[in-house]
């Protein structure tokens, strides 16, 4: 696989504006963006830290990912996510190397990335996200 960096770690929130504020006011950091990604059932703001960014995931539907994933462990840390250059080859690569997909074709994500998931089974409990900023 091509991994460059992570591009962000995701964070599922109950109340986005309550999270954003501690971001903000105790942490320091400033909100750059607020997204809703509709196919994702969640509604995001990002923070820059360095080379890479926290996602804060509030969700939008109790039968989405992040609904599911606050009612059946809290709030936390939720997904890993890894720049990647070619998506498409790194999934193919991560698969045939025995990796579960639950993408095998990337959609599209926040800020106009292409996203694609990793089973968090076959990836020692943690649910990765591979993403690539393309032209
Ligand atoms: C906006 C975008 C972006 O960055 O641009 C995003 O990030 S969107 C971020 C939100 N979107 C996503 O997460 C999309 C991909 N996620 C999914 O497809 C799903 O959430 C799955 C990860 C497949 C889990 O869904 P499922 O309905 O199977 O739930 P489940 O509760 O039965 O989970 C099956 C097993 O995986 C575990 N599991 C569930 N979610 C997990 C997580 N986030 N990290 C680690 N383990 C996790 C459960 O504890 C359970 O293990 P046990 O059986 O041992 O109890
Ligand atoms: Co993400």
Redesign the pocket.
Known sequence: MNISHIE?I?IAVKDLDAAIKHYEEVFGMKCYAVEE?AE?K?K?AFFQVGDAKI?L?ESTAEDG??G??IE?RGEGI??L?FAVKDIEANLAEAEEKGTRL?DKTPRK??EG?D?A?L???STF???T?LCEKKD
């Open positions: 962000h995701g990604v994702q969640v995001t996602e995931l990912p992040i599911k994933f059946k939720h997904h996510a639950i994500g926040a990335l996203i998931f089973h968090p089974k409990g943690v649910l996200e």
